[in-house]
């Protein structure tokens, strides 16, 4: 029979290593089989437009630039491969729509 | 001809001439060794030989936006420092090298698996082969046969050999690209050559985005806002800048001149 004194720190370790399981990233989790966080709904719907780019109005861009901005800290959370990987393709969406909301500005001063 | 461009013409042919000292002039490619990278310093500290990238054998197969957007590769060697547990993760190397994707019918070989042992030897070696006498499963040779021939850079005509369904470079990964429209075509358009009887650029934006994308080149690459306010010179040309950081490196070389010098000469 397990008595009281036994089962506490058991249970207790149990816990934390359900916890642990739970927190980590499984290394064989690929890029391919995980499902969509909502990080990365968010990140696929504002960078799927960079081809879009050129038809966007200003205000349209600027809030596709703070959107990205929004992105950036939740990116930063991530484990070091997927941060590495996603705020690098996060710069180049969000550049793209910085560069030609900036292209536009001069336009219209013209 | 104007003798400033004689000059650039005579400069270019001392540069390629081979009996120039190698310590000054770097040793030309040859076309299979065109656009190889070599990627050492996290392998080296493991005991692994350095990664030899063949671009030649990967551009065939998918446009650079796939692999310098989606992917995330960096357009600089070594910039991305991609580590053995990134491609474990399925990520850089690892999103197609992952003895799951089929190419040409059979599975990717795996890049990088965390139980490797000592019968994976074989496999280690297919990329870390920097330095080993490893014949090259696809030679490069047989390779090249179906293309149309370029004079410099791997020899071929990459843009060609598209439009003739040699290659079919596929733009999209499962799993690391988003789902995009297709992109509206752009223009092409031409660059004042800034010298006398030179002739003027025709820059083809269409095929460029088209294998680019826009994020690719803008503003990484291209930074300037305003139309005809950033100078292009052929010293940051050559330097590695806006059209070098492609055009000597994996894209057709910067000696192929008339390639972007394509209109007749202008009188100013």
Request: proline residues 5%; charged residues 25%.
């Amino acid at each position: 029979m397990v008595n009281g004194k036994t089962t506490a720190p058991l249970l207790l370790t149990c816990l934390v290593l359900c916890c642990l399981l739970a927190a980590a990233e499984p290394m064989w989790a690929g890029a391919a089989t995980a499902e969509p966080e909502n990080w990365q709904k968010e990140f696929d719907d504002v960078c799927s437009k960079t081809q879009d780019a050129m038809i966007f109005s200003q205000q349209e861009l600027k809030a596709l630039v703070d959107r990205c901005d929004a992105l950036e800290p939740q990116i930063a959370r991530l484990d070091e491969t997927r941060k590495k990987v996603y705020l690098k393709r996060l710069q180049q969406c969000r550049g793209l729509y910085s560069y030609v909301l900036e292209s536009k500005k001069q336009e219209s001063k013209k | 001809m104007n003798a400033r461009i004689l000059a650039a013409f005579a400069l270019i042919l001392v540069l390629a001439s081979p009996s120039l000292p190698q310590s000054f002039k770097k040793k030309r490619p040859l076309p299979y060794e065109f656009g190889r990278v070599v990627l050492g310093s996290g392998s080296t500290r493991t005991g692994l030989a350095p990664v030899v990238f063949e671009h030649w054998f990967h551009r065939a197969r998918f446009s650079c936006r796939v692999c310098h957007v989606d992917i995330g590769f960096a357009m600089k060697t070594g910039e991305t420092a991609i580590k053995a547990a990134d491609n474990m993760r399925g990520y850089y190397c690892g999103a197609c090298h992952n003895g799951k994707m089929l190419s040409e019918g059979r599975p990717v070989f795996e890049a990088c698996s965390k139980n490797a042992t000592a019968d994976d030897a074989a496999r280690c070696e297919r990329c870390h082969s920097s330095g080993k006498p490893l014949k090259l499963e696809n030679e490069f040779a047989q390779f090249a046969r179906p293309f149309p021939k370029e004079r410099f850079g791997n020899g071929l005509d990459w843009q060609q050999a598209e439009e003739l369904g040699i290659i079919q470079p596929a733009d999209f990964v499962k799993g690391l690209s988003i789902k995009r429209k297709s992109l509206s075509i752009q223009q092409d358009f031409a660059l004042d050559a800034k010298l006398a009887g030179m002739p003027d650029i025709i820059f083809s934006h269409k095929k460029h985005t088209v294998w680019n994308g826009c994020e690719l080149c803008h503003p990484e690459i291209f930074m300037g806002v305003k139309k005809g306010a950033s100078r292009y010179t052929m010293v940051s040309i050559f330097e590695g800048k806006s059209c070098g950081a492609c055009h000597n490196t994996v894209a057709f070389p910067l000696m192929d001149c008339q390639r972007c010098h394509s209109t007749p000469p202008v009188q100013r």
